[in-house]
């Protein structure tokens, strides 16, 4: 499976952006979905998970409230909604994509380039 993430950019704090995530080579549907993301000088962190179906979903606590994790499985994409953010949400966004919610949010089956995201203060 081959995943394509997009929409990162600079956005000043207190904005919004919505990241895609394009997946082909197989049936978008048996995966589960993820976001994680890299800050330099740290390590990639979980950000969020959705489940094949797009009835569960699960979050970070630094991202609760302000992240929306879904999908559309007719456009076999997978998308990030990001709103509020915060100087700290700044890193390289990657999408990955794995068995069950369980298991992308821990242990990705497969990940996609990573797709820069800028918050300025």
């Known amino acids: 499976v081959q995943l394509q993430a997009s929409g990162g950019g600079l956005v000043q704090a207190g904005g919004s952006l919505r990241l895609s995530c394009a997946v082909s080579?197989?049936?978008?549907?048996?995966?589960?979905m993820a976001w994680f993301r890299q800050a330099p000088g740290k390590e990639r962190e979980f950000v969020a998970a959705?489940?094949?179906?797009?009835?569960?979903?699960d979050y970070a606590d630094s991202v609760k409230g302000r992240f929306t994790i879904s999908r559309d499985n007719a456009k076999n994409t997978a998308y990030l909604q990001m709103n509020s953010l915060k100087p700290e949400d700044t890193a390289v966004y990657y999408c990955?994509?794995?068995?069950?919610?369980?298991?992308?949010?821990?242990?990705?089956?497969?990940w996609g380039q990573g797709t820069l995201v800028t918050v300025s203060s």
């Open positions: 959705i489940s094949r179906s797009g009835g569960a979903t």
């Open positions: 990955a994509a794995g068995d069950t919610i369980v298991i992308v949010s821990t242990r990705p089956r497969s």
């Open positions: 080579g197989r049936t978008f549907s048996l995966y589960a």
